[in-house]
């Protein structure tokens, strides 16, 4: 029972950082109706922002560390951001007319671009930072086994919970929102009534990058690594959870991230860790065979 | 003037901020284990200036559009006959005077991708369906031959069709469940499968040899080894024909290998688009709905494209073991994957040529410019988003139709066939 509800919370605090990085996928996807296969790099770069303002700010002697937290946040969120504009700005908007292939495969050059750049720019090596917050609550202790939520785990849920909170609101309240909802629904109609779609798309591209570069700080201090390969394999896990949620919805990208964050965890702590990936395949495979809307979306129809 | 100046200040603007922290600040090294900052501040002004004088001055240049005789879309209508040049420069290659090992070696590694690339075609070029996870089925060609040798002693001859027919079955069975997604689902589910494969590989040392691979017998030449160390009850190539043992020979025999077996898909595929099944794959592709109205099953239509496609790659895989002596999980990485699905759609998707031109400028050119060896990824990146602005349908886009009705005229039909 208490390893169960160890992984039970580390499955949590995964699927909190998947569910940030999802929210990206499935906004884009809602919008234009593409996969971003680049945004697992985006998140790549956030945490590498991260780490790098992190590094500036010991350098300034900042050692006060909620401040130190609070810029690494920032600075990450704005300038990942940029970047979030920059690759739609480059690589997206020319295509908006072009056949459904096209985007996707700028999107996979774009995805090529930015991990080699980063590698050639910041070495190969995994960029380590010490633990800024440590210590946690012991919940309980059963047959000498320890059942800790640590400070950052509340930290990083804690955290996911605002931002999706301060997110549903942006989405259902104020302009920005309507005309996202708008452009989801129908781009040229949205155009004709004085939307400024792409201005529209950039800013979905921007606040889904800043999410993820949310993702990236969280995964810095949580695992205290970052390396230019690590957004693959969290940005096809991140679909995965969009997928499963159902596409286009924003709670279900946060419901399929912790899904996805429970069934890696405790798959690799009753199972067997080097598979846990290929569990989280097998269940994107199973989800969209047998209901390919995913938990929380709209059936789609088909029209000729 | 005004107004260009704003718009070149800021994607100045822009510029310096991608770039502070990336380029500008270099986490190092600092001993101890410890991370440290490497300061590259003149790279930042100069990668800024760079896009603040190129957005001033070139904002309002735009490329004069090319007359209709010199665009890349008529190439086939030019009536050179690019299909036989291109076979018989193929053919007669390694007796060209500057082929060194080196070139045909690196014309192998060419036709190997043109192999993959012809069969990937069929799937997302005629057929229509994205497929990320090619390299699962080159990966299942290579390990069955491997594993054929290994515990059953199979020759290479012994094992290639058996390396295409298990590559074909398993694009049956991974097909089966996941052919009714659309487009973009299928995309993430065949990436999926491609990973789930990759990790098994590397999860089952004592089958597979793990990460560390496994060692595959070359090929023989009609029971004639090829080596130097010639293997216990065998006659050498060189011995048999009263010649010097020469390394080039077994190179000269591994490219008429792919080549001859390149020339066998190619010739496959071309009578497979006439057949009824390969117009349906087409119709499938242009409308989904309305060839279903005509009566065409499209799972057994996919399911028959996805099939034939893996069976092409399992052939590759087979010949790429046998030609590395050695595989492991590293050759069959998703990069792969993009890598063919990129000349596919760079190529122009259902173009035999196509597929040709793309490996050659995708494999052979970065080969070539070894000595921007770090830069070589980078700049694979940016001619797939630099080739997919400029041309969005691809190199040699054309969707004719394989065949066209002949009760009606039609200027030119059916060029390039």
Known sequence: MAYFLQQTINGLTLGAIYGLIAIGYTMVYGIIGMINFAHGDIY????????????????????????????MLLASMCLTALYGWAVERIAYRPLRRSPRLAPLISAIGMSILLQNSVQLLQGARDKAIPPLIQGGIVLMEQDGFTVTLSWLQILIIGMTVALMAGFSWVIAATPLGRAQRACEQDRVMASLLGIDVDRTISWTFMIGAALAAVAGLMVTLYWGVADFFMGFLAGVKAFTAAVLGGVGSLPGAMLGGMLIGL?????????????KDVSVFAVLILVLIFRPTGLLGRPEVEKV | MIARLKDAGLAGLAAF????????LETIDAGNGKLGLATHFDR?????????????????????????????TRLPAVHIPWAPFFIVLALILPVLPFASRYVVDLATTVLIYVMLGSGLNVVVGLAGLLDLGYV?????????????????????????????LFAGSFGLLL????????????????????EIIRIILINLPPVTGGPNGIDVPRPSFFGLAMERSVPKGMTSFAHFFNIGFDPMQRVWFLYYIVLALLLAAILLIQRLRRLP?????????????????????????????????????????????????????????????ATILAIVVLGGMGSQLGVVLASLVLVGLPEVGRQFAEFRMILFGMAMIAIMVWRPKGLLSHRQP????????????????
Do not use: N
């Not at chain 2, 100069?46 to 890349?72: C, Y």
């Not at chain 2, 409308?287 to 069976?311: H, Q, Y």
């Open chain 2, 277 to 337: 099944v390969g117009r349906a794959w087409e119709a499938l592709r242009e409308d989904e709905i309305a060839s279903r109205a005509l009566g065409i099953d499209p799972t057994k239509t996919k399911l028959s494209a996805f099939a034939i496609g893996a069976m092409l790659a399992g052939f590759a895989g087979c010949f790429f073991a046998t030609r590395q002596g050695f595989i492991s999980p590293e050759s069959f990485t998703f990069m792969e994957s």
């Open chain 2, 44 to 72: 930042v002004a100069i990668t800024v200036a760079m896009v603040f004088l190129g957005r001033l001055f070139l904002s309002r240049v735009r490329l004069p559009k090319l007359p209709a005789k010199f665009q890349v």
């Open chain 2, 402 to 417: 394989t065949i066209k009705l002949s009760t009606i005229k039609l200027p030119k039909p059916g060029a390039g066939v």
């Open chain 2, 175 to 194: 097909g089966f469940p996941v052919l009714r997604l659309r487009g973009d689902y299928l995309a993430i589910v065949t990436l999926g499968f491609g």
């Open chain 2, 136 to 164: 699962a089925f080159y990966a299942v060609g290579a390990y069955s031959f491997a594993l054929l040798a290994k515990y059953l002693h199979f020759t290479f001859w012994e094992a290639l069709p058996l390396a295409g």
């Open chain 2, 17 to 24: 901020g991608l770039s502070l922290p990336m380029l500008g």
């Open chain 1, 44 to 71: 790549m770069i956030g945490a590498f922002i991260s780490v790098i303002v992190f590094l500036v700010l010991g350098a300034a002697g900042v050692t006060y560390v909620p401040a130190a937290i609070l810029v």
């Open chain 1, 263 to 275: 069934i890696e965890a405790l798959y690799s702590g009753y199972f067997s860790v080097e598979y």
